[in-house]
């Protein structure tokens, strides 16, 4: 697994890295919104020459199109096997941008420079590239890491708040899943404090680095990162197919998938009443509640069908035994799906 810098350290490993290895060219991809926000603080730090790529913003243009606009422009702009790919940006620059560098000539160098809370502590660590594909979330891709991640939370001044809670339903789900004296401190604390969050990130990202080299391939440990992503991804593909529904981010999507997937874990692992209870007293705490009608309930539970992670046609979770304690590949019922639904609702 690849290394993460912190603050000062990061921007000197960069610079270091750039001298040492000697790029022929270095190319810096941010959104719209990376682009205006980002960029300055990122000037400060960085002085090396690059090249600026540009993608629109959003889950909507993480799709082959923008890979190939931006294949097109390295390619243009003469980027050979020894350049560098810098990702500026959220979720979708990093899994775009990563997957851009790892197919572009079979692959040239990139480090990711995670901009919002949710790639700080999730999607820029691992080595997840990829896209979506035909309505589906993250269908083609590859794991494949890049040479560091720098972690600067000081771009987090500029990220709306519900960017900021998306993020921070990743960071509940690590306590979910590893720690629940860290689930707990969460949960009470008040969400964007800076002395707080700063240690919370490294103590998310120490959470998921061991998860993963334990289990770079995800043939078993590594799933339990999937813990609310059953659902919430299906419930986020949904959102995504129909923008006339509630358009909901990755974070708000998994965190309903997470409070559903604590009554699925009552009903299937013996969570208990209590924690279960509690999961859904958190989450409500901080995101708005959406309903579902019976068409997009249908919807969804099609949409389960997809779920990448299933083995032949059975829909199989990551569920707890008590918060801190997963459980992968579990089995549930039709009828277990639809009460999941309805303890959401109530
Ligand atoms: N690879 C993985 O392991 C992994 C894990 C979790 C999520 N993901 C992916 O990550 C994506 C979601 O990530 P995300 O929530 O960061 O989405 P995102 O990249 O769309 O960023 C969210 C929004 O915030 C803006 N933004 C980012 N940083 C900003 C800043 N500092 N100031 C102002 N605006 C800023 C972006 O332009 C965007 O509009 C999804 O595509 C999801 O599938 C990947
Ligand atoms: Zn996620």
């Not at 960017?163 to 629940?180: V, W």
Request: proline share 2%; glycine share 6%; hydrophobic share 40%.
């Amino acid at each position: 697994m690849s290394t993460i810098f912190y603050h000062a350290n990061g921007w000197k490993q960069l610079s270091v890295t750039i001298v040492e290895k000697d790029y022929s060219s270095v190319f810096v991809l941010v959104d719209q919104n990376t682009k205006s926000h980002c960029l300055s603080h990122f000037d400060q730090h960085f002085s090396h020459p690059y090249t600026l790529l540009t993608m629109d913003a959003g889950e909507a243009n993480k799709h082959i199109e923008t890979c190939e606009h931006l294949w097109s422009s390295l390619s243009e702009q003469g980027a050979d096997r020894n350049s560098l790919l810098l990702n500026l940006g959220g979720g979708v620059v990093t899994d775009l941008g990563g997957f851009v560098a790892c197919t572009y000539k079979r692959g040239i160098d990139f480090i990711n420079i995670p901009t919002s809370l949710l790639a700080m502590v999730d999607a820029s660590v691992g080595g997840k590239t990829g896209v979506d594909f035909q309505g589906l979330k993250n269908q083609i891709g590859i794991i494949r890491e890049p040479a560091f991640v720098v972690i600067d939370d000081g771009f987090l001044t500029t990220l709306p708040i519900n960017e900021f809670r998306s993020g921070y339903a990743e960071m509940l789900k690590h306590g979910l899943i590893a720690d629940a004296d860290y689930f707990s401190n969460l949960a009470t604390e008040q969400l964007n404090v800076k002395s707080t969050i700063s240690n919370n990130i490294r103590h998310s990202v120490e959470i998921k680095h061991k998860v993963i080299s334990e289990d770079p391939y995800e043939k078993g440990l590594r799933k339990i990162l999937n813990y609310g992503h059953t659902l919430g991804h299906a419930i986020e593909t949904h959102s995504l197919n129909h923008p006339s529904a509630q358009n909901l981010l990755h974070g708000e999507a998994i965190a309903i998938g997470m409070v559903m997937e604590a009554e699925l874990s009552y009903r299937t692992t013996n969570l208990s009443i209590g924690e279960r209870n509690q999961i859904k007293a958190v989450f409500s705490s901080i995101f708005d509640s959406i309903s579902f009608d019976d068409s997009d309930r249908s919807a969804i539970k099609a949409l389960l069908k997809h779920d990448k992670k299933n083995k032949s046609s059975e829909v199989r979770f990551v569920l707890l035994k008590a918060i801190g304690a997963p459980v992968i590949d579990c089995l549930v019922s039709e009828e277990d799906i639809d009460a999941a639904f309805r303890f959401y609702a109530d």
